[in-house]
């Protein structure tokens, strides 16, 4: 997919790994609409990128769809979508306070997986029905935010790591489901990264993190995770995959 002139959304854009795809498609030359819950920080990284920033709880139907049109009538139908919005409060199933609220698992769900899906679907739906952009018949690219705690989930992260299974699931369905109109469907599977997310960690923790990683032994950089997204959008044979990008990091089990 070429990024020139390109209409690419990117949910969770306001902050940490989504601010920087949002920046590094920018200075692609694409046209970003940053979807974000937080309306402040979404515009206020829009305008240092010359984008359009929209208020958008992902896990609305209206809401999503709402910010989708407003994207759609200022930059065309976007031919890119980048799912990032998530959150990750720790919670053990059962903790001293007693066995974990359903509402709390529930939330952590309907924000990483359910608004996952939900973008994706009605980002999709408008792909689908655009002109093909390439000789190969594509139409659209869809990224989406896993992580390695699909795969190593620890204690305190039962809701989490299922929302992130969850996501890593759908890639290839919906992969299967698009291809014969040209939309590709990946997902990250970050390890640890520095963002705002992290540095709500004491330092010290977060150093202990970033040795954790067998190499590079630090935590990733955001502009690591948008060249990441860069390439899955330019590489076409990408398609239906979930890549790890977490410098060989294995979570151990506490
Ligand atoms: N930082 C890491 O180490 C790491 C590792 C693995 C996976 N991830 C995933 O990457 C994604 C981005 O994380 P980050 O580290 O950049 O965090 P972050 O907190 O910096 O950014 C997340 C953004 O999502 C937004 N958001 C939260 N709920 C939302 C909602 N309902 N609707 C719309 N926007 C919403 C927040 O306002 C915020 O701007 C998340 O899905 C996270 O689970 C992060």
């Given at each position: ?198 540095f709500s960690l004491p330092e010290e923790a977060q150093k202990a ?46």
């Open positions: 997919m070429e990024l020139k002139g390109t209409a690419a959304i990117v949910t969770g854009g306001a902050s940490g790994l989504g601010a920087a795809t949002a920046r590094a498609l920018a200075a692609a030359g694409a046209k970003v609409a940053v979807l974000d819950v937080n309306a402040e920080a979404a515009r206020s990284v829009a305008s240092e990128i010359g984008g359009l920033g929209l208020e958008c709880d992902v896990t609305g139907d209206e809401a999503a769809r709402a910010a989708i049109a407003s994207a759609r009538e200022a930059h065309g139908a976007a031919r890119v979508l980048v799912n990032c919005a998530g959150i990750g409060p720790p919670g053990r199933a059962v903790s001293r306070r007693g066995p974990l609220p359903l509402d709390d698992f529930r939330k952590i769900i309907e924000i990483n997986l359910i608004g996952t899906f939900n973008c994706a679907r009605l980002a999709a739906a408008d792909m689908l029905e655009q002109d093909s952009v390439n000789d190969d018949g594509e139409r659209g690219v869809i990224v989406n935010t896993s992580s390695v705690a699909a795969y190593d989930g620890q204690i305190g992260q039962p809701a989490y790591a299922a929302s992130k299974g969850g996501i890593a699931s759908l890639t290839l369905p919906l992969a299967r489901e698009f291809a014969s109109r040209g939309v590709r469907v990946m997902t990250i599977a970050p390890g640890l990264f520095a963002t705002p997310l992290m993190l970033g040795e954790s990683v067998p190499f590079p032994s630090r935590l990733g950089d955001a502009d690591e995770y948008a060249s990441m997204v860069l390439y899955i959008c330019e590489n076409r044979m990408l398609n239906g995959e979930v890549v790890r990008l977490d410098g060989a990091l294995r979570m151990a089990p506490r």
